[in-house]
């Protein structure tokens, strides 16, 4: 059974930092995204690496978010830094194949 799960989420003030993982079983990842959704708004790409560590950033985030992997663990990471509240979202990751059940994330002003 594939589970992709999320945590990490948490309350923070604005220019904190939360570090959120992806823990993926019976599936090697590959590439894996990073997605979130707002109150009231679609569901937006965050980020996305490859197999082979290379990343990619929505605008929205660049300079502020990093993605990160430990293929031995099967884990991806998305560190987020000078949070602002705009980046109050459930976040999640997927394959496109599956997703996670989402964690939330909420920062204050």
């Known amino acids: 059974q594939v589970q992709l799960v999320e945590s990490g989420g948490g309350l923070v003030q604005a220019g904190g930092s939360l570090r959120l993982s992806c823990a993926a079983s019976?599936?090697?990842?590959?590439?894996m995204g990073w997605y979130r959704q707002a109150p009231g708004k679609e569901r937006e790409l965050v980020g996305a690496?490859?197999?082979?560590?290379?990343?990619n950033y929505a605008d929205s985030v660049k300079g502020r978010f990093t993605i990160s992997r430990d293929n031995a663990k099967n884990t991806v990471y998305l560190q987020m830094n000078s949070l602002k509240p705009e980046d109050t979202a459930v976040y999640y990751c997927?394959?496109?194949?599956?997703w996670g059940k989402g964690t939330l994330v909420t920062v204050s002003s």
């Open positions: 690496i490859s197999s082979a560590g290379t990343t």
């Open positions: 997927t394959t496109w194949n599956y």
């Open positions: 019976g599936i090697s990842v590959n590439v």
